[in-house]
């Protein structure tokens, strides 16, 4: 089957640095995506690999291996407004998102 | 303001009844989809629609049906509701379903069957 793995929580300090890990196993892998969801809103786009490395936009970071079936987010001096779910997605064979669950990142002052 | 629209916005309804969630787009994508989001699981795809007038299932397509008569319109219907599709509903666009695929989300219908 097709899984989609990233931890359900974590929480972080305004101004420190965190990193979201995802690993997947997938039946074929044509990119991986991250996208950010705030609380009762739509998830936007974040990122895309498709290629083995590191994706720099801004305070935001995305890393992938694709030996490994792995795949992080880096955030940067966090802002209270980073507080939101980050999901992970891979695009399988067929050309379909397969999603993780989300991880809620909690920025405390 | 170009982007996508959903229709309505949140809605309770009696099993056994048939609803039909709306999604408009204005960004001439040619690929459309219906997903659910679901407490602790991912988003699941139910419908897909690679360009007007074609359409394909997803992860969990039983108890839906779509259509896509033209670009733009890509509804989702419920032929007859039953409690386990409470769930929130998002409709998504992308330029293709194939290669780079940024896929941009309605906000939302918040569906509970009672």
């Known amino acids: 089957g097709q899984n989609i793995d990233q931890p359900t929580e974590m929480t972080a300090t305004e101004g420190a640095i965190v990193q979201i890990n995802c690993t997947y196993q997938?039946?074929?892998?044509?990119?991986l995506f991250w996208y950010q969801q705030h609380a009762g809103e739509a998830p936007t786009f974040l990122s895309y690999n498709v290629l083995d490395g590191l994706e720099e936009k801004g305070r935001f970071s995305s890393f992938l291996s694709r030996s490994k079936g792995y795949s992080y987010l880096l955030l940067k001096e966090l802002q209270m407004k980073d507080s939101a779910s980050y999901l992970c997605a891979v695009l399988d064979s067929n050309y379909q998102l397969i999603w993780g669950a989300g991880t809620k990142l909690i920025i405390k002052p | 303001i170009a982007g996508i629209t959903q229709a309505p916005t949140s809605q309770i309804l009696a099993a056994g009844r048939r609803m039909t969630l709306r999604c408009t787009q204005d960004?001439?994508?040619?690929?459309m989809y219906w997903y659910r989001q679901d407490l602790g699981l991912g988003l699941r795809l139910i419908h897909y629609?690679?360009?007007?007038?074609?359409?394909g299932k997803g992860e969990v397509p039983d108890g839906y049906s779509v259509s896509r008569a033209n670009t733009d319109d890509f509804p989702l219907t419920l032929a007859s509701a039953v409690p386990s599709q409470t769930s929130v509903y998002f409709c998504?666009?992308?330029?293709?379903?194939?290669?780079?695929?940024?896929?941009?989300f309605g906000p939302g219908t918040r569906l509970t069957v009672l």
């Open positions: 960004m001439r994508h040619n690929a």
């Open positions: 998504a666009s992308s330029e293709s379903l194939a290669d780079y695929n940024e896929q941009f």
């Open positions: 629609s690679n360009t007007a007038g074609t359409t």
């Open positions: 997938t039946s074929g892998f044509n990119g």
